[in-house]
Nanobody, 124 residues
Framework: VQLQASGGGLAQAGGSLRLSCAASGRTFSGYTVGWFRRAPGKEREFVAV????????RYTDSVKGRFTISRDNAKNTVYLQMNSLKPEDTAAYFC??????????????????WGQGTLVTVSS
């Protein structure tokens, strides 16, 4: 599976962006897909996950109520809708996938496939 992340850019605080993670190589409707981010000078951290078989979603506390992860299986794409953006959301965002769900979905080591990252910059 090859993943292509896109949709990053510059936004003002309070604005919105939608990131896309498009998969190629095989159908990944059953895959668990996560979004992670790495802010300048910080380690990469978990943002959100969507489970393939059930559609279950989970978020890190700092984005709950502002970000929504979803998927369009017909397009082999997972989205991250980001609303009410804050300067602290500035980071490179990465999507990742694994075929079998792991309960430790927040841990990047459990993901097998990674996109290249897309940069999000939020100005105050």
């Amino acid at each position: 599976v090859q993943l292509q992340a896109s949709g990053g850019g510059l936004a003002q605080a309070g604005g919105s962006l939608r990131l896309s993670c498009a998969a190629s190589g095989r159908t990944f409707s059953g895959y668990t897909v996560g979004w992670f981010r790495r802010a300048p000078g910080k380690e990469r951290e978990f943002v959100a996950v969507i489970r393939g078989s059930t559609g279950m979603t989970r978020y890190t506390d700092s984005v709950k109520g502002r970000f929504t992860i979803s998927r369009d299986n017909a397009k082999n794409t997972v989205y991250l809708q980001m609303n009410s953006l804050k300067p602290e959301d500035t980071a490179a965002y990465f999507c990742a996938a694994r075929q079998i769900y792991n309960v430790q979905y927040w841990d990047e080591k459990h993901y097998d496939y990674w996109g290249q990252g897309t940069l999000v910059t939020v100005s105050s």
